[in-house]
């Protein structure tokens, strides 16, 4: 079974960063997978944040995020990274991560998720 577990978040004050990590397991590393991270805030629309595609690297990121967070991947830990700088009051919610098996970045939906963990950027 494809299991996520994310790791990170917490609260920082404006223009503060964070870094969020996913592991996943359950994958061959022959398996290409889309994974990333979507986020939920109270009264807002579920957002899909950034995603990268393992086979081929391509990445994509909220028009939001774009500039401030960068997605990667570390292959010894089997896992995705979040690396959030500048971070704004608005950037406030429960991160979840999600991987697809056998599709890409932009097909993202989420076969499988991880726990949310809660980021909070006081003004």
């Known amino acids: 079974d494809v299991q996520l577990q994310a790791f990170g978040g917490g609260a920082v004050p404006t223009g503060g960063s964070l870094r969020l990590s996913c592991a996943i397991s359950?994958?061959?590393?022959?398996?290409?997978?889309?994974i990333g991270w979507f986020r939920q805030a109270p009264g807002k629309r579920h957002e899909k944040v950034s995603c990268?595609?393992?086979?081929?690297?391509?990445?994509s990121y909220a028009d939001s995020v774009k500039g401030r967070f960068t997605i990667s991947t570390d292959s010894a830990k089997n896992s995705v990274e979040l690396q959030m700088d500048n971070l704004q009051p608005g950037d406030t919610g429960t991160y979840y991560c999600?991987?697809?098996?056998?599709?890409?970045?932009?097909?993202?939906?989420?076969?499988?998720w991880g726990q949310g963990t809660q980021v909070t950027v006081s003004s």
């Open positions: 990268i595609t393992t086979s081929n690297g391509g990445t």
């Open positions: 999600a991987a697809d098996i056998g599709s890409k970045c932009w097909a993202l939906r989420g076969q499988h």
């Open positions: 359950g994958v061959s590393v022959f398996d290409e997978y889309a």
